[in-house]
């Protein structure tokens, strides 16, 4: 079955530090790999999305996600973060007809 | 390019009544989804349109769930019969027609509470 996999429900991290969110997906099929972000009572935003080419992607906000194929995963990746980072991050995948199969989410908190 | 638009955003109904959600896509976008989110877990798939037609469903929506979207534009999502199990929120998205490498673009939801 189609499954993908937030490692981390919640994410604590002081400001200013670097953070990972780890995503695990399970295919045997090209996929197409997003993160979303969700704010508190709104819909979700892109952050980014890998559709095929470099491995490495940047999105929104200073975010970059790596594709790593032999691992089937996608982790998202941000150098420093900031207060206004608070959210829930929501990895996906794609498959053939378009429709997202999301993760349970990981609740990123940075603290000051 | 105004957005996906869902209304109304909140929705308090009792055990046993019927409600009806609205969803506006983005204009030019031809695909539309419905997804369903409960506290602490990620979007989970209901249905989605291709213009008019309805192509997937999900098979763990009960009967009670029926949507539709009649012209290819706006949709409905209809619950007969609520149960406090139907508490949610309810997204709507909407994609361009570049099919499975397009990324949605979502609503900002509806809130349903039965009580």
């Known amino acids: 079955a189609q499954s993908v996999t937030q490692l981390d429900s919640q994410v604590p991290v002081f400001e200013e530090a670097p953070v990972e969110l780890r995503c695990n997906y399970s295919?045997?099929?090209?996929?197409?790999l997003f993160w979303y972000v969700q704010y508190p009572n709104q819909g979700l935003q892109l952050l980014l999305k890998?559709?095929?080419?470099?491995?490495l992607v940047k999105g929104i906000n200073g975010f970059e996600a790596e594709f790593n194929k032999s691992q089937t995963s996608f982790h998202l990746r941000k150098p420093s973060v900031h207060i206004s980072d608070t959210a829930e991050y929501f990895c996906?995948?794609?498959?053939?007809?378009?429709?997202?199969?999301f993760g349970q989410g990981t609740e990123l908190s940075v603290k000051p | 390019d105004t957005g996906v638009s869902q209304n109304p955003r909140h929705k308090i109904t009792k055990r046993g009544q019927n409600v009806t959600f609205r969803c506006d896509p983005i204009s030019e976008h031809n695909r539309l989804y419905w997804y369903r989110q409960t506290l602490g877990q990620g979007p989970e798939f209901l249905t989605y349109f291709q213009n008019e037609a309805q192509l997937e469903k999900s098979r763990l929506l009960s009967d009670r769930f029926s949507a539709e979207r009649p012209k290819g534009s706006f949709s409905t999502l209809e619950i007969q019969r609520t149960e406090q199990g139907d508490s949610a929120m309810y997204l709507c998205a909407s994609s361009n027609p570049q099919g499975a490498s397009s990324p949605l673009h979502f609503g900002n939801g509806t809130r349903l509470t039965v009580t």
């Open positions: 996906a995948v794609s498959y053939q007809g378009g429709k997202l199969i």
């Open positions: 890998y559709l095929s080419g470099s491995t």
């Open positions: 295919s045997s099929v090209s996929v197409y």
